[in-house]
């Protein structure tokens, strides 16, 4: 999918699930598709074909180490931003034909999320996001709390429980997740390529993904249960465009995920494509 292609799709989109709605100033004046800076313009994402992910969409063969995987298209998604690089208008097409709108309006000191479901029947969710003095969110998902630079790295990081994640120069290199009731704790350490800078955000409201590019990750489980593998390893491969960002990104470990982790399942392959605009 092209980036024109895409926008015009997100434009025909809107005209069509909003018509109904109250124009936004901001997506007609501040939308540019010469930012300043380089942003994603668009997001696709495949997984390994099995019996729960049955889509049919681009088949595709990935060969990795070796070994060969078909991957098939479950989500498609399309961004725009304002001239400031802040994220406006989200576009989420799923395998299955579901599909969802994201609207993004910046005030002081907040920014409201709207998103509309396109189910039977429609839903519509709002959340508003504090921002701080930087334009950051210092609350993010699942009740973690963090600190940014000036620049949007990682300062800190505390979960809602007051667990804090070990972090060096912007990457999270250690971070332990706290069971509920019967399931154990679990140590989660990362690494990185620290000759390659991290991933673009979407969300710039939530800082920058990491300073550096993940390559592998390990998940130790800890107390006296033995239902798992004590260590689980999952690796990240990458190709790069000729600008030298990220235009692909290949996740391998195995099926199933955190607190059941992956010691009894099959493989679990990700691959996602980026495309962007830029100056």
Do not use: W
């Not at 989660?188 to 390659?196: A, V």
């Amino acid at each position: 999918m092209t980036a024109s292609f895409a926008y015009n799709l997100l434009f025909v989109f809107f005209i069509v699930s909003c018509s109904g709605c109250k124009k936004q100033s901001t997506i007609d004046e501040g939308t540019t598709l010469k930012p300043s800076t380089c942003l994603i313009a668009t997001q696709t994402t495949k997984e390994l074909v099995s019996a729960s992910q049955p889509s049919t969409l681009d088949p595709e063969t990935v060969t990795i180490n070796g070994e060969s995987f078909q991957v098939t298209t479950t989500k498609k998604s399309v961004y725009t931003y304002d001239t400031q690089g802040r994220i406006l208008t989200e576009y989420n097409q799923y395998a299955g034909n579901k599909a969802d709108s994201v609207l993004y309006q910046y005030s002081p000191g907040a920014v409201t999320i709207r998103t509309v479901k396109l189910t039977t029947p429609k839903t519509v969710d709002t959340l508003v996001v504090a921002l701080n003095s930087q334009g950051y969110a210092e609350k993010k998902p699942f009740g973690y709390h963090v600190t940014y630079d000036k620049n949007g790295y990682l300062i800190s990081q505390t979960d809602e429980y007051g667990t804090t994640a070990k972090i060096n120069n912007g990457n999270v290199i250690e971070e332990e997740i706290l069971g509920q009731d019967a399931t154990p704790n679990h140590t989660y350490r990362f690494e990185y390529d620290l000759n390659k800078s991290g991933l673009l955000s979407t969300q710039s409201f939530y800082g920058k993904a990491s300073r550096n590019l993940p390559v592998k990750y390990t998940i130790q489980q800890n107390g006296p249960f033995g239902t798992y593998p004590d260590v689980y390893q999952a690796t990240y491969t990458y190709v790069f465009n000729e600008n030298g960002f990220v235009k692909r990104q290949i996740f391998q470990g195995k099926n199933g995920e955190h607190p059941y982790l992956y010691g009894g399942g099959g493989d679990f392959i990700e691959v996602i494509d980026f495309t962007y605009i830029c100056p």
